[in-house]
């Protein structure tokens, strides 16, 4: 089984950038695709972004499209969530999770009847204003 560790979290002021990154171990890295997740105090754990096992396909949520890229680099075993334009309310835990299929990471914080193979430990994001 992959384990996923991120890192990259910290403090930022609002307006600013972050690179987070999620570095996986254990079983073949790229048959999993992977997605980025957030979790705000006494909020629902929700999703940000998605991208295939081959980096090809990435998916994101309306609330960070433009402003956040997702990517990922097979040859490190890395996935990439660069966030730009950060808001003081996207203060959360960061987590990255990995599946075999794109959809089910996708769908994953809507559908309680699924899981991921994975998650990671989580970062955390803080950001002032």
């Known amino acids: 089984q992959v384990q996923l560790v991120e890192s990259g979290g910290g403090l930022v002021q609002a307006g600013g950038s972050l690179r987070l990154s999620c570095a996986a171990s254990?079983?073949?890295?790229?048959?999993?695709?992977v997605g980025w997740f957030r979790q705000a105090p006494g909020k629902e754990r929700e999703f940000l972004a998605a991208?295939?096992?081959?980096?090809?396909?990435?998916y994101y949520a309306d609330s960070v499209q433009g402003r956040f890229t997702i990517s990922r680099d097979n040859a490190k075993n890395t996935v990439y969530l660069q966030m730009n334009s950060l808001k003081p309310e996207t203060t959360a835990v960061y987590y990255c999770?990995?599946?075999?299929?794109?959809?089910?990471?996708?769908?994953?914080?809507?559908?309680?009847?699924?899981?991921?193979?994975?998650w990671g430990q989580g970062t955390l994001v803080t950001v002032s204003s």
């Open positions: 999770g990995a599946d075999p299929p794109l959809h089910t990471l996708v769908v994953v914080t809507t559908d309680k009847r699924k899981d991921l193979e994975v």
């Open positions: 254990g079983r073949t890295f790229s048959n999993y695709a």
């Open positions: 991208i295939n096992r081959g980096g090809g396909s990435q």
